[in-house]
Every structure is written in C-alpha cells, then in structure tokens.
C-alpha cells in the first residue's frame, strides 16, 4: 500500500512532466548525510524537502547502521522525506527500511544494475533513487533510461564536493536530482541552468566534518528563493 507521503512526491514528478502545460513546481532540496541528533534538529529547523542517512556502509564517514537510522528518524519532522542511500547493499536492506516506513526513499550509490532495480521492486512498492556517475554523454544517457523512479546525476564518490561537467547534461523530461559540489555560491546558476527537480547537498553544509545548522538554514532558503526562468 502507498504511503501518503509519496504519492504527493508522485504527484509532483507528474508536475514536472507537464511542465510545459502547466507553471513548474519550485526546485526541491535535498541535505545528504545526517549522522547525529544534532543534523536531524538542524534539518528540522531548516525544512528540506529531503534528508538523507548513509546506511550500513562503513566506508563512509557519515555512515549509520539501520539501529542508528531508526533513532534518528523517530526525531525527523513529519514533513521532510528520509532517503536512505546504499551502496551496493544486499537488497533485502533498503526493502525492509522501506517497507516498515523507517525510510520514504531509498538510494541506491554503488554499481546496481536494472535487475538489482527490478529485484527490489518486487520486495517493496516505494520509491527508489540511482544514482549516477557523470563522466560522458553516455552516462547521461544511461541514467535516462533507468527504471529507477528518479535519477541523480553525481560527480561520482559522494560528498567530495566535487562538481561534474554540467554540459554533459540535456534538457531532462523526467524529474532528476542533481549532486556534486553543490553550494550557495553555484546552486542557483545550476538550477538556472540544468532546472533539476532537486538539489544534493552534503559537504557543503558541512564544518569541520559535521553538518552545520547554519549552512544548512542558507542552503534550504538559497534555494527557497530561486526563481527560474523556463
């Protein structure tokens, strides 16, 4: 059964595809890799659109494991939407997260291939993310034709900062996120330019390797206050 929460998201992605019928939606805001109680207030004071958890992937310094996730979500605002992202997890891990409602989304980080995607379709009716790396055209075209509900277009290793070559990147039908180097200094000319569905924030809201409330107060209002020219 469809939670509430993403047939509104839903709704919206069926906004953006009629985007030339009907006036666009505004650009969403994603604040990626949450690890503490202090991350889940910052973001509720903020009110993204998105949060995201790195789950069971130690590799990462933002990682949680699953217990950790639950906690921290029972804090999150009612209104902003968890993601969690894997990276090449088994897929019984993001079904599960999924299917008791611990995550909205999940994102899939690592080398899933359409059948993974196809898998964990037939384990969960929820929404799910993959992300790309953007290195050629190629790739872009690639992540067009994913069966994936959404799409990112990322610089490759999450949280470096790290932009890709925006020029790679056509006009896009289907709604997307865009990630990498993402921050107050370049998120409205990327918008302006790319007009992605959202915007993928980590280390850039980031002090001292920790997310910073304040940066991520400027981030979410940056954005609020972008008009677009389409």
């Known amino acids: 059964m469809k939670t509430e929460e993403n047939n509104t998201i839903r709704q919206g992605r069926g906004c953006a595809d009629r985007k030339q019928q009907e006036k666009p939606v505004r650009t969403r805001i994603k604040i990626c890799g949450l690890t503490r109680l202090e991350d889940i207030q910052a973001v509720n004071e903020a009110k993204p659109d998105f949060c995201g958890f790195i789950v069971e992937f130690p590799k990462s310094r933002r990682n949680v494991t699953a217990a950790q996730l639950r906690t921290l979500r029972e ?136 997310k910073d409330p304040d940066k991520i107060a400027k981030a979410v209002q940056t954005v609020r206050n972008i008009k677009e020219d389409f």
């Not at 980590?202 to 920790?210: A, F, Q």
């Open 75 to 210: 804090k999150l605002d009612e209104s902003i939407l968890p993601v969690g992202v894997f990276v090449n997890a088994p897929v019984e891990l993001p079904a599960q997260l999924l299917n008791e409602g611990t995550i909205a989304l999940a994102q899939l980080h690592g080398q899933e291939d359409e059948a993974y995607i196809r898998q964990l379709k037939t384990m969960t009716d929820q929404l799910l993310i993959k992300a790309f790396s953007i290195k050629t055209e190629e790739d872009v075209k690639s992540a067009i034709r994913s069966e994936a509900d959404y799409i990112l277009l990322d610089q490759g290793a999450g949280g470096t900062g790290e932009t890709f070559d925006w020029n790679l990147v056509p006009a896009i039908k289907r709604p997307w996120f865009l990630a990498g180097g993402l921050g107050c200094d370049n998120l409205e000319t990327a918008i302006k330019m790319l007009h992605p569905w959202a915007a993928d924030l980590s280390s850039s809201v980031e002090t001292d390797g920790h």
